[in-house]
């Protein structure tokens, strides 16, 4: 991430007043390094005469040695010399921010949320303490649960050396560019911020066998001594935008985006793209699809610090651009964004370490908002992300899968920044579900199964001799499945892959119910001598809506039961009466009246114990008739009374299954 980043780093470094302090020849010298953004320079001349530091400047010294460090993005070693710092009493308070920004890149995030707390604690307004411990929060939680993304490090087209910011090249990815710092790049400067040598932009081509090649330099009128990286062409590839940073005499750097057309002969001479003055940072290019707007990094003013991402646009591909616009506090914040790449369909992807992240610079999505007015941001969480600087991303058009360049020290880092391989592996979905019989438990064959989803998908199954059904699922939808067999009504459930970020198989159960027999409906409440409904009765007689509208062609007969308490002829006409309520109900929910009868057989026809029944009251034995004769024989009045609730029972049973609507 050198190029550029380096230069960003140089203009806004962290100034530490060593006014009025001993210096050596040596520490001028290392301080002139400095201040110049020669961080690679100044760290050895601060070493070599640290001995010559007088213990109560100590921590002065130590703090910028762990800042020429951080800025050189060597986070281990910064780690270590900001805590020196510390326990030499470094009078900036910064020095415990940047320490637990260290720490978090380290992955040490409780350590860190103790420095960036010590930091609150002396700067208790700066907003960036509680952004630091919101980050080291958000990382531990996302290194628990990572996104599904594969990655693979590129060593074939990697070097020992920094390589970042690939671009496509050719319609089916099989040709890249990238940016790089080998020691084969032209020239032979070597940066004082870093050490590292001046980057070019070289090219690597895919084989059918999926093999790269070793990557060569681009042509040399794109490449010169200079820094030249982050390229960006247009979706016919005949056009190449990158970034070139020159040496002045001063040794001072400035960028600027730079355009090249393609030839026979190959790329043409390139010429700067005029967007701000020369002495501002103007860099990391990305164009549109439409080649009518184009992203990248500036410190230009009328930002919100640090260094902003803005966009030139045009109304047609041969006008000239128009005045920069900054994209907005959505994106921006009081530190650094970069790397932009504008997705062809609208999404934007960028780095920042403005933004809660798990340390140095993460990648970000950013969806414009429906209104047209600012962006909705997301981090893309680890493995994307990780504690390291994470940037440069491209993604195929049609999938999600690309490349991004990432400084992190696994998956076989050969040194510097490299360039990895994401993709997101088919995520398949699949239901796998049984029928059974709700009261035995038993397994149904050649019971239908049919799914719809709320993508209009329609598939139809057929049980097994094990009762099984299994279908295959599609990505964020809602699935309904209804099974039905003969003597049996209709069961349902439902599934949802909405949201599911991984493969997975849906376990389901459907029990369906037999119309040989009555079936209770649980939980139908009367006052004492009434038939009136009681409220809480509503929301089962609201399920057996569901399950006349599942069966829509059955007629059913509501049966009242009484217990045996009062006289026949009462209990007859008090049944009749609840049962015709429970009809009434129905009807006003929308069931068709010829559809139902209501039939009250007072204390006719006592319950007979079922397993179920047992299970709930295990003084009950299975096959046992409910009747005075009976209950009489029971020992406790709490088993008397237990009897007559069980009796006192509302039930549904089938009549027929042929009703047709009018």
Request: aromatic share 10%; proline share 4%; charged share 25%.
């Amino acid at each position: 991430m050198r190029l550029i980043a380096r230069v960003i780093f140089a203009v806004i470094f962290v100034s530490i007043c060593i006014d009025g302090v001993s210096q050596t020849a040596r520490l001028k010298r290392a301080n002139a390094y400095y201040e110049a953004g020669g961080y690679f320079e100044a760290v050895e001349l601060y070493r070599r005469d640290l001995d010559k530091v007088p213990k109560e400047e100590m921590g002065v010294y130590l703090q910028r040695i762990a800042e020429c460090y951080r800025l050189m993005g060597d986070a281990r070693q910064a780690e270590i010399w900001y805590s020196k710092a510390i326990m030499r009493d470094a009078s900036d308070p910064k020095v415990f921010f940047y320490y637990a920004e260290m720490l978090k890149m380290g992955e040490k995030y409780d350590e860190a949320i103790e420095q960036y707390q010590k930091y609150k604690e002396l700067v208790p307004n700066d907003p960036l303490a509680d952004m630091g411990v919101e980050s080291s929060e958000l990382a531990k939680k996302w290194l628990e649960s990572p996104a599904g993304y594969e990655l693979v490090n590129m060593r074939a087209i990697n070097s020992k050396q920094s390589d970042f910011s690939p671009a496509y090249a050719s319609e089916d990815y099989t040709i890249l560019l990238l940016t790089t710092s080998r020691e084969e790049a032209t020239g032979s400067k070597k940066h004082e911020g870093t050490g590292d040598k001046f980057t070019d932009i070289y090219i690597s081509q895919r084989d059918k066998r999926g093999n790269w090649s070793k990557p060569r330099s681009l042509d040399e009128s794109i490449n010169t001594p200079d820094d030249e990286g982050t390229p960006s062409l247009t979706s016919d590839f005949n056009k190449l935008y990158f970034t070139r940073c020159r040496t002045s005499k001063r040794n001072k750097l400035g960028c600027e985006i730079m355009l090249s057309q393609r030839s026979e002969q190959g790329w043409l001479s390139p010429e700067p793209v005029p967007i701000a003055a020369d002495s501002m940072v103007v860099a990391h290019p990305s164009i549109s699809e439409d080649e009518l707007t184009l992203y990248f990094v500036s410190n230009i003013p009328g930002g919100y610090g640090g260094n902003d991402l803005w966009k030139v646009t045009r109304t047609s591909p041969s006008d000239s651009w128009g005045e920069p616009i900054n994209l907005g506090p959505d994106i921006n914040t009081s530190m650094n964004e970069m790397f932009p790449y504008i997705h062809p369909d609208g999404t934007l992807y960028f780095s920042s370490d403005g933004h809660p992240g798990m340390g140095g610079l993460d990648i970000f999505r950013a969806t414009p908002l429906e209104d047209g007015n600012g962006w909705e941001v997301e981090n893309m969480r680890y493995p994307i992300n990780s504690s390291s600087d994470d940037f440069g991303i491209i993604f195929e058009k049609e999938r999600e899968a690309g490349y991004f360049s990432s400084r992190r020290r696994d998956l076989g880092s050969r040194g510097g920044d490299n360039i990895y391989l994401f993709y997101l592996p088919e995520i398949i979905y699949n239901i796998v579900g049984e029928v059974r019989d709700d009261k035995s438990g038993g397994l149904l064959a050649s019971a239908n199964v049919q799914l719809v989803g709320s993508d209009g998908l329609i598939a139809d199954a057929k049980t097994g001799d094990d009762g099984a059904f299994r279908f295959m699922l599609n990505a964020n939808t809602d699935y309904v499945l209804v099974a039905s067999k003969e003597g049996y009504l209709n069961g349902r459930g439902r599934e949802t892959t909405k949201g599911v970020a991984e493969s997975t198989d849906f376990e389901m159960s459907i029990n369906l119910t037999s119309t040989a027999r009555p079936i209770e409906l649980p939980n139908i409440f009367y006052d004492f001598d009434r038939w009136e409904l009681r409220p809480e009765s509503m929301a089962a007689l609201d399920r057996l809506v569901e399950v006349l509208n599942e069966n829509p062609t059955i007629i059913i007969e509501l049966g009242a039961h009484t217990d045996s308490r009062g006289t026949l002829d009462y209990n007859y006409d008090l049944s009749q009466k609840r049962a015709q309520s429970v009809v009434n109900y129905l009807i006003e929910k929308g069931i068709p009246a010829e559809r139902l009868r209501a039939k009250g057989y007072a204390q006719s026809q006592p319950k007979v114990v079922d397993e179920q029944l047992q299970v709930r009251f295990s003084f009950l034995s299975i096959g046992a008739k409910l009747d005075q004769k009976f209950i009489d024989k029971l020992s406790t009045e709490e088993q008397k009374e237990t009897v007559h609730q069980v009796n006192r029972r509302t039930e549904f049973r089938v009549l027929s299954t042929d009703y047709k609507a009018e």
